[in-house]
Nanobody, 122 residues
Framework: QEQLMESGGGTVESGGSLNLSCAVS????????MGWYRQAPGHELQGVAH???????TYEGSAKGRFTVSHDNEVMTTYLQMKNLRPEDTGMYFC????????????????WGKGTQVTVTF
């Protein structure tokens, strides 16, 4: 029922910017916890940023200071603004979601999008 769809990926040169969107449909929970992850070929899935409906925002690793996560309740869409991109940022970016009650209990996201490709060239 709940579906996530990422968009906005593409190819940019080092130092460039991209803005990703995660559109959420069929959401019926009163709260939401959203996350952005990325995965390069042969690498583990890596957390990028997290946002909750209560206003908490966290970033992981190299995303800190360069990426900004935000959310628009009117269209139930989570965004990831990426600046000063580096080749090591290349990968498939995934959006994930769960009610925050679920997150507290299960320590994981429940719903995942199919991903959008981000490629940063030298």
């Amino acid at each position: 029922q709940e579906q996530l769809m990422e968009s906005g990926g593409g190819t940019v040169e080092s130092g460039g910017s991209l803005n990703l969107s995660c559109a959420v449909s069929g959401w019926t929970e009163s709260t939401y916890c959203m996350g952005w992850y990325r995965q390069a070929p042969g690498h583990e899935l890596q957390g990028v940023a997290h946002l909750t409906s209560m206003g908490a925002i966290t970033y992981e690793g190299s995303a800190k200071g360069r990426f900004t996560v935000s959310h628009d309740n009117e269209v139930m869409t989570t965004y990831l603004q990426m600046k000063n991109l580096r080749p090591e940022d290349t990968g498939m970016y995934f959006c994930a979601a769960a009610s925050c009650e679920f997150m507290v209990k299960e320590r994981r996201y429940m719903h995942w999008g199919k991903g959008t490709q981000v490629t940063v060239t030298f």
